[in-house]
């Protein structure tokens, strides 16, 4: 049983930073991508960034592309999302989630995560 357990949310001004963590447990974190998701009220959850399970290669939504960084440390199981330059718009439940699948390079579709954590609120006030 995978487990997904994301902090690091909170309130922030516009401009701010918020770096978010997402802790795995139960599974061999470093041979699956992971990928951040986010939901806003009254919207379909979106793809944010996303990560190979070695952390070679990367992959942003246009939206946040230039002000967030994916990352992640195998070692200790959890991947991070360094969120800079935030904007109101990035008000959101954050989502971190793991592939089905290993030694996949990047996934972006949500429908091939298998797991999910329970999610952090970030607000980013104007």
């Known amino acids: 049983q995978v487990q997904l357990v994301e902090s690091g949310g909170g309130l922030v001004q516009a401009g701010g930073s918020l770096r978010l963590s997402c802790a795995a447990s139960?599974?061999?974190?470093?041979?699956?991508?992971m990928g951040w998701f986010r939901q806003a009220p009254g919207k379909e959850r979106e793809f944010v960034a996303a990560?190979?399970?070695?952390?070679?290669?990367?992959y942003y939504a246009d939206s946040v592309k230039g002000r967030f960084i994916i990352s992640r440390d195998n070692a200790k199981n959890t991947v991070y999302l360094q969120m800079n330059t935030l904007k109101p718009e990035d008000t959101a439940v954050y989502y971190c989630?793991?592939?089905?699948?290993?030694?996949?390079?990047?996934?972006?579709?949500?429908?091939?995560?298998?797991?999910w954590g329970q999610g952090t609120q970030v607000t980013v006030s104007s």
């Open positions: 139960g599974r061999t974190f470093s041979t699956y991508a």
């Open positions: 990560i190979s399970w070695p952390g070679v290669n990367t």
């Open positions: 989630a793991m592939d089905q699948v290993k030694y996949r390079t990047v996934v972006t579709d949500p429908g091939l995560f298998g797991s």
